[in-house]
């Protein structure tokens, strides 16, 4: 992957998941609060260090962004407001869309419908898939 590339990407998942992962300080609460920490090779707290440092092919490589269960503890730990579970969601979709997957519209939304299903849960997956 060149430096653009590697640069793009980046980027991408910083406008993704709206997060600033250079306001992290390392403090380590969110991976101490984080029900999949011996599971992961990439700790929470690091996630921020692998985007800073441009080691995204290692990130997205890593055991860690499918080991994480997007409880949010670690968004509700951490006290300068990172967010390292929305950082490991924009790294999941980057992957996605690598492998040719994409983002819902609106309009794909109405096929979906399912009486069964939630409305919480449409409304999530809606903001969570529609950037």
């Given at each position: 992957m060149t430096k653009q590339e590697i640069d793009k990407n980046v980027e991408l998942i910083k406008e993704i998941s709206g997060c600033d992962p250079y306001k992290c300080m390392k403090c380590g609460k969110c991976s101490g609060s984080c029900?999949?920490?011996?599971?992961?090779?990439?700790?929470?707290?690091?996630?921020?260090?692998?985007?800073?440092?441009?080691n995204v092919e290692e990130l997205v490589a890593s055991k860690s962004l499918w080991k994480c269960l997007t409880c949010l503890a670690c968004?509700?730990?951490?006290?300068?407001?990172?967010?390292?579970?929305?950082?490991?969601?924009?790294?999941?979709?980057?992957?996605?869309?690598?492998?040719?997957?994409?983002h819902l519209t609106a309009d794909e939304i109405p096929e979906l419908l399912n009486e069964d299903i939630p409305q919480q849960l449409l409304v999530s997956a809606y903001r969570r898939y529609r950037r």
């Open positions: 029900p999949s920490f011996n599971e992961m090779d990439i700790k929470p707290h690091q996630f921020a260090s692998y985007i800073i440092n441009g968004i509700e730990r951490c006290p300068r407001n990172v967010q390292p579970g929305k950082l490991i969601d924009a790294s999941r979709q980057l992957v996605e869309r690598e492998r040719g997957g994409d």
